[in-house]
């Protein structure tokens, strides 16, 4: 059946996975998908990640972290949904919990983190916020 929002899909899985302690968890492919599973890894929310090859659609399987048994990620949230899509100039990108947790924003250059954004004056559409 298919999704109409792949991404929050996504951040679904990954969230219901780390409070179930999981190891890991496969989910379908996209490029999306993998450019947020390149920042989870690069912002150390993630051990790793890999696409997993079928005759379909490819899996993404993602390692989940954590750290005496407590999950790296503590929150996900979708900000831009297919019905209500938020744009912010590079000024006026948010800062989640101060800076403790990261923003996923979607420029012309790819997805990029709060303060890669703002370190490059882009702005562009907020995806989600992880912390």
């Known amino acids: 059946m298919p999704v109409t929002d792949p991404i929050a899909d996504f951040l679904t899985r990954l969230r219901n996975a780390s409070k179930a302690k999981k190891v890991r968890v496969d989910i379908p492919a996209s490029n999306m998908k993998k450019s947020l599973a390149g920042i989870l890894k690069q912002q150390r929310f993630i051990e790793d990640f890999s696409v997993v090859e079928d005759n379909k659609q490819n899996l993404l399987r993602i390692q989940l972290k954590y750290s005496n048994g407590v999950p790296a990620i503590?929150?996900?949230?979708?900000?831009?949904?297919?019905?209500?899509?938020?744009?912010?100039?590079?000024?006026?990108?948010?800062?989640?919990?101060?800076?403790?947790?990261?923003?996923v924003i979607s420029t012309q250059k790819g997805l990029l983190t709060d303060?890669?954004?703002?370190?490059?004056?882009?702005?562009?559409?907020?995806v989600c916020y992880i912390w």
């Open 74 to 103: 503590n929150g996900l949230q979708r900000i831009s949904t297919p019905g209500l899509r938020v744009y912010k100039s590079s000024q006026e990108l948010p800062k989640v919990l101060n800076g403790l947790g990261i923003a």
């Open 115 to 126: 303060k890669e954004a703002r370190r490059e004056a882009l702005g562009g559409e907020v």
